[in-house]
């Protein structure tokens, strides 16, 4: 009697976490990461008490150095919000990455464009004009270009759409 040979089953390969997603990962991890290992060497430095009291002291006061170094760390936390977003959701292979990432850099370039500008307006004696505006256009539509590339990728990418299944 012959013996019939098992049917082998067809290896079905988990889509892997490579080429420019792998990239944008990564760098997502370095702008997640550097926000944190500073604030440790901060609390490491100072203690709880003294890192609590150096950004209040840094952040607080009516003065325009103030107002300024506030309207530029609101930009940063929205950065590091759309990073550590990207970071989890990739770990987590969740399929609301496709949708949830290009949405969080879609308000990081809005939140921006809107410090950039209140920025470049509390600098400007008697305020800023249309040609200091002029001077910000540029960088903005190359963040705008950044979101869009990162949202058509998102939506009409193999790799992404390949990635994300949970």
Request: with cysteine; hydrophobic share 55%; net charge positive.
């Amino acid at each position: 009697m012959t013996r019939i040979p098992p049917h082998p089953t067809p290896v079905v390969e988990e889509p892997s976490l490579g080429g420019a997603l792998a990239m944008l990962f990564w760098c997502a991890c370095g702008i997640t990461a550097f926000p944190l290992a500073g604030l440790f060497a901060l609390v490491a430095s100072f203690g709880v008490s003294g890192a609590i009291s150096s950004f209040t002291d840094v952040l607080s006061g009516p003065g325009v150095q103030a107002q300024v170094l506030r309207l530029g760390i609101i930009p940063q936390v929205a950065l590091f919000i759309w990073s550590a977003a990207f970071v989890a959701l990739t770990v987590a292979k969740s399929r609301y990455a496709l949708t949830v990432v290009p949405a969080l850099l879609f308000v990081f370039v809005a939140v921006s464009a809107y410090c950039q500008f209140a920025i470049r307006n509390r600098i400007t004696p008697g305020g800023a004009s249309l040609g200091d505006f002029a001077a910000l256009v540029p960088g903005l539509l190359l963040h705008l270009a950044g979101a869009l590339a990162l949202y058509a990728y998102f939506t009409e990418g193999a790799r992404p759409k390949a990635f994300y299944r949970r």
